[in-house]
């Protein structure tokens, strides 16, 4: 919520901070699903869903800019499909964050914030649970080590297969990786800072990074296509400049293909380091 101001002004950095503070708080309501189960959480983690998605494509097409079209623009800046497509692009990524500031300052997001903050201090799940002074001293650690155990394992075992998953299951992948890096990090204070826990939240970064790459180049081909789809309708109507299009576009997501092998192959390394890792909770 913190962050609506900025989302407001415009800010791609707004719009990519309110994200990952939506990702940090629907891995916290899994982890702790069984705490918190119940038909107002249900409600607000679809109101949750709704802002992530408005947020989505202004950081998509914002990434497509800063990582992909503009180092190439600036290799080649007087590549006139280039600059249109980089001209194209921006319209696009101006009208998606358009969208995020007018979600963010509309009375949907208003009445989402307030429901979030009175489902944490007065929601039904906050009645039924037992007492903090009421609980063992090490029930906490118990569900910690219990947690991270069994999706250390779940991981670990989907990652060997990642050569087999399509763009879609890499995305699930990859959201799976940031519940356990964020699982570690709401659990830090039970456990000692050493070197084993350090190693552990310096892989399932680097996973978290490799897979995120990848996820990029995946939603640039989506976006490409879409892009494609919409130039030559236009140009159905009213005649243009499809082809030149289309060919830079072709060109600057061709780029980015020759990352993925190797960075599935980082993906399968830092899997096994996993795999290998101690478990520092133990």
């Not at 906490?140 to 991270?148: D, G, H």
């Not at 009213?238 to 299009?245: D, L, V």
Request: charged share 30%; net charge positive; with cysteine.
């Amino acid at each position: 919520a913190l962050n609506a101001e900025a989302v407001k002004a415009a800010s791609a950095e707004g719009v990519h901070q309110m994200r990952i503070g939506l990702r940090r708080l629907r891995a916290g309501m899994s982890v702790f699903k069984e705490l918190v189960d119940g038909p107002e959480t249900d409600a607000v983690a679809r109101e949750l869903g709704w802002i992530t998605d408005e947020l989505g494509p202004a950081r998509d097409l914002h990434v497509f800019i800063e990582k992909t079209l503009a180092p190439l623009s600036a290799r080649s800046p007087k590549d006139a499909g280039l600059t249109a497509l980089c001209a194209e692009v921006g319209k696009r990524r101006d009208n998606a964050v358009a969208r995020a500031a007018k979600a963010a300052g509309s009375d949907r997001f208003r009445r989402l914030v307030l429901r979030a903050a009175l489902w944490i201090l007065a929601s039904e799940w906050s009645d039924t649970a037992p007492s903090p002074g009421s609980l063992p001293a090490n029930k906490i650690s118990a569900f910690a080590r219990k947690t991270l155990t069994a999706r250390r394992k779940n991981l670990v075992r989907r990652l060997k297969r990642v050569r087999e998953l399509d763009d879609q299951r890499r995305h699930k992948l990859r959201i799976a990786v940031k519940k356990v890096r964020y699982a570690a990090e709401f659990f830090e204070p039970l456990f000692d800072d050493g070197p084993e826990r350090r190693r552990f939240a310096n892989i399932l970064e680097r996973l978290q990074d490799e897979l995120g790459r990848i996820n990029d180049i995946a939603v640039h081909r989506r976006l490409g296509r879409e892009l494609v789809d919409a130039w030559i309708a236009n140009d159905a109507e009213k005649g243009g400049h499809a082809a030149a299009h289309q060919y830079a576009l072709g060109f600057a997501i061709g780029q980015e293909q020759h990352e993925i092998h190797a960075r599935t192959a980082q993906v399968l390394a830092a899997g096994k380091r996993l795999a290998a890792a101690a478990r520092y909770w133990d």
